[in-house]
């Protein structure tokens, strides 16, 4: 199984403990949010689709804790975008806290990790 999310809704969604998960969080800032036709601007669209591997959950200085580093298929098209994450949100500045990193909660961020599904598809809807 892999997990998918949805460019357009912010929804991610896949199977934990053999059944249904959908958690809703968001990718991008300002007007390119959630927009896939802004997956090519750097520091502000949607994360690109295409397929990515998982990486263990650490700690940023910068995104905080239980941060997982995305790592693309290198068939995706990235448009010269790089260093994408799934991270938390701002607590000072909710709803604004990606430049293109998916955005999901603690909970959604242990759940996707402790699945053993370490392969996200993006896709647009």
């Known amino acids: 199984m892999t997990w998918t999310y949805s460019q357009t809704t912010g929804r991610i969604s896949g199977v934990f403990q053999g059944k249904p998960y959908t958690a809703q969080g968001y990718s991008g ?7 896939p ?3 090519y601007v750097k520091n502000q669209g949607p994360i690109p ?3 990515y591997t ?4 650490h700690v940023s200085v910068k995104t905080g804790r239980y941060v997982m580093d995305l ?8 448009f ?6 799934i991270h938390g949100d701002s607590i ?3 709803g604004n806290a990606s430049n ?3 955005v999901l909660s603690h909970d959604a961020r242990v759940t996707i990790y402790t699945s053993g599904d370490l392969i996200l598809t993006v896709v647009k809807g």
Not at 29 to 35: A, D, H, M, T
Not at 54 to 57: D, Q
Not at 71 to 78: E, L
């Open 37 to 39: 036709e802004y997956q």
């Open 100 to 102: 293109g990193c998916i």
């Open 29 to 35: 800032r300002g007007i390119y949010k959630n927009v």
């Open 49 to 51: 689709q295409g397929t």
């Open 80 to 85: 010269g975008r790089s260093d994408f994450q």
């Open 92 to 94: 000072l500045d909710p």
């Open 54 to 57: 998982i990486g263990k959950p």
């Open 71 to 78: 790592t693309p298929n290198p068939n995706n098209n990235m």
